[in-house]
């Protein structure tokens, strides 16, 4: 079974900055993260290819934010830089079995539990 394990989320001030990493049991996997704030629905954040040589970003998070993928320790990371208030939310880490690159939640098949992200403005 697979197992998908968040941390390094947390408090910071507005500008401040945190990365959250993914470890995942088993086989390397296409990965990505998510996000839902409160009252509002699941959005994409980022997503990283199996092999780590193709990555996309949201439009809200680019330039900001970066993924990133070491497969000798199969995690994911998610580097948030210059955070802003509007990024508060709950992060999921998500792996797939496809092969490409993808922002849609349904094609997702392993899910972590979140972990709480807070920007203080």
């Known amino acids: 079974q697979v197992q998908l394990v968040e941390s390094g989320g947390g408090l910071v001030q507005a500008g401040g900055s945190l990365r959250l990493s993914c470890a995942a049991s088993?086989?390397?996997?296409?990965m990505g993260w998510f996000r839902q704030a409160p009252g509002k629905e699941r959005e994409f954040v980022a997503a990283?290819?199996?092999?780590?040589?193709?990555?996309i970003h949201a439009d809200s998070v680019k330039g900001r934010f970066t993924i990133s993928k070491d497969n000798a320790k199969n995690t994911v990371y998610l580097q948030m830089n210059s955070l802003k208030f509007e990024d508060t939310a709950v992060y999921y880490c998500a792996a797939t079995n496809t092969v490409w690159v993808t922002q849609v939640a349904t094609q997702y098949d392993y899910w972590g539990q979140g972990t709480q992200v807070t920007v203080s403005s």
């Open positions: 990283i290819s199996r092999s780590g040589g193709s990555e």
């Open positions: 088993g086989r390397t996997f296409t």
